[in-house]
C-alpha cells in the first residue's frame, strides 16, 4: 500500500497449495536483504503453519512447514519474526514441541529457511512457560526477551529471557492479584529507550481485568577471568596440535562466551596460534624447543551481549628428546593374483614429525608418502620388491625389502631345456605369457636339487642369470656333480 492508500494485492494464501499459508497473525519483518519474512497460523503440507519469504513484489517462497513434533517442530504460530543482528530470523510457536506438553517452542530460523529449535516450553519446569502468542524481541544486550500466557509456578504466564544460542531464564512468574501481579500476557514486550522492557497482560492486577507493567532486565557484566586447562605443547607437534581450551568467570552464570586473539600487551606471537570452535588454542606452527622455549598470546572472551574481558597467556614449548626414526614393525611381502589389492604397512618411532617415502626397487613411488602403501588393482608390472624410507630432523632409515608377487607363486617347478655350453632355460608359461619377471635379477636364486620333492633346495651360488624375457629366464650352471632338477625363484 502507498503513504497514499493505494492497495496492490501481493499474495493471496492458499492454504497447503502455492502459495501456501493460512491466517497469518503476525507482521512482516523486512530482512537486511530487502525481503519480507513472515508466518501464517496454519496451511503449508501438514496444516500447521509456515514461514515464508516474500519480495516486495510479491513472489513467495515457503521456507518451512510446520510439523508439531517433530522437525521441524512446531505448530500455530501467532506472532511475528524478528531478526537478530547475527542475521538469522528468531520466532515463536504456541503449541508443539514434544509429544508430552504441545506447549510451543521458540526457534532460530535462517533466511534461506533453516530452521534449527531452541526451547521446548514445558509448563511450570525446566523451560517455564506455555503456549507464547507474541513474538520475541532482541535487546540491546544481544539476547532475545519474550512473554507466554500460560505456564510457571501459578499458570499465569511467564517473562523470559533466552540467548541466541537457546538459553532460557525465566525472569517473572506471574502471580494474577499478588506480588507478580499480572496474568495471561498475550503480546509483546517493547524495550525502551531507557534499557527497560514494557508489556501487557491480558488479566489480573486488582481489578483482575489486566496490567500494564514494567521489568527491569538482568544486568549483563562483563567476564571477569578467562582460564586455560593446558599452557604447554611438546616441541615438533604438526601444525592443528590442540593445547587446551579457554572457560570464563562470568558473573552471569548462564552467559555464553565466544574467545579470540586480539592485539595488545602480550600479544607478540599470536600469529603461532589459532582458536578454533570458539574455545580450543590449537597451533599454526612447529615450535622447536632449542630455538624458542615460551610463546605470548593475548585472548578476547566476549559475551552474548558484547562485553569482553581480555588476558595475556604464556604458553611453554617442552623439550624432547631428539630422536631420529627407526623402525619398529617392517612391512612384510604380499602374494595376490593380477587385480587384487596389496597393502604394505610400517611402523616407526622417533621425534615427531615423521617424513614416509615408498620405494620400488631404488624409484621413488609419488604420493605414497604414508605409513600405509595400499595398491588397489594389482598387475605384473606392480610387482617387485617394496621399502619405505622414513626420516624426521635428525636422520633417516630404510625399512626391509618386502616382496610383491603377482600371478601366482614363485617358485613354480618347470621343464628345463638345455641349450649347450652349460647354458638352461626354463619357461614359465603357467603366467599367462605375460612378462613374468619384471624384477631386479640381483633377487634371482637358482636352486637345484637331486630329488623332485625335496624338502631343502639348495642355493647354487654359482649360477649365473643371463637374460629374462616374456615368461623365461635363461642362467648358467657350473656346478658338480649336476643337479637333476632345477628351479628359478625370487627372494
Known sequence: MT??????????????????????????????DGNFYGMTSSGGANGLGTAFQITPAGVLTTLVEFNGNTAPKGRYPQGSLVQGTDGNFYGLTSEGGANTNNQGTAFQMTPAGVLTTLVVFSDSTAH??????????????????????????????????????????????????????????????????????????????????GTAFKLVPPLNTAPTNIALNASSVPENQPVGAT?????????????????????????????????????????????????????????????????????QFTIAVTDVADTPPSITAQPQGVTNGIGGAAD??????????LAYQWLLGSNALAGATNATLALTSVARTNSGHYAVAVTNA??????????????????????????????????????????????????????????????????????????????????????????????????
Do not use: C
Open 243 to 311: 593445547i587446551g581450551y579457554f572457560t570464563t568467570q562470568d558473573p552471569n552464570s548462564s552467559d555464553t562466551h565466544n574467545f579470540t586473539l586480539v592485539t595488545g600487551t602480550g600479544s607478540d606471537d599470536n600469529a603461532s596460534f589459532t582458536i578454533t570452535d570458539g574455545t580450543n588454542l590449537v597451533t599454526a606452527a612447529v615450535f622447536d624447543y632449542e630455538a624458542k622455549s615460551s610463546y605470548s598470546i593475548r585472548v578476547r572472551a566476549t559475551d552474548s551481549g558484547g562485553l569482553f574481558f581480555e588476558k
Open 3 to 32: 503513504p497514499a492508500g493505494g492497495l496492490t494485492t501481493l499474495t493471496q494464501f492458499k492454504d497447503n497449495t502455492a502459495p501456501k499459508g493460512a491466517s497469518p497473525y503476525g507482521s512482516l519483518a523486512q530482512g537486511t
Open 344 to 353: 604394505f604397512t610400517v611402523t616407526a618411532s622417533g621425534s615427531p614429525p
Open 394 to 491: 635428525f636422520g633417516s632409515v630404510t625399512s626391509s625389502n618386502a616382496l610383491l608377487s603377482v600371478g601366482g607363486a614363485a617358485q613354480r617347478i618347470l621343464p628345463l631345456t638345455a641349450l649347450g655350453d652349460g647354458r638352461y632355460r626354463i619357461s614359465f608359461s603357467d603366467f599367462g605369457g605375460g612378462p613374468l619377471f619384471d624384477w631386479d635379477l640381483s633377487n634371482l636364486d637358482v636352486e637345484g636339487a637331486t630329488d623332485l620333492n625335496a624338502a631343502n633346495w639348495a642355493v647354487l651360488t654359482n649360477a649365473i642369470v643371463i637374460t629374462n624375457g616374456v615368461g623365461q629366464v635363461e642362467f648358467v650352471v657350473t656346478n658338480s656333480p649336476p643337479q637333476q632338477f632345477y628351479r628359478v625363484r625370487m627372494r
Open 128 to 209: 517455564k512457560g506455555a503456549h507464547p502468542y507474541g513474538s520475541l524481541v532482541q535487546g540491546t544486550d544481544g539476547n532475545f526477551y519474550g512473554l507466554t500466557p500460560g505456564g510457571g509456578a501459578s499458570g499465569y504466564g511467564t517473562a523470559f529471557q533466552m540467548t541466541p544460542a537457546g538459553v532460557l531464564t525465566t525472569l517473572v512468574e506471574f502471580n494474577f492479584s499478588t506480588a507478580l501481579k499480572g496474568a495471561a500476557p498475550y503480546g509483546s514486550l517493547v524495550q525502551g529507550t531507557d534499557g527497560n522492557f514494557y508489556g501487557l497482560t491480558r488479566y489480573g492486577g486488582a481489578n483482575g481485568v
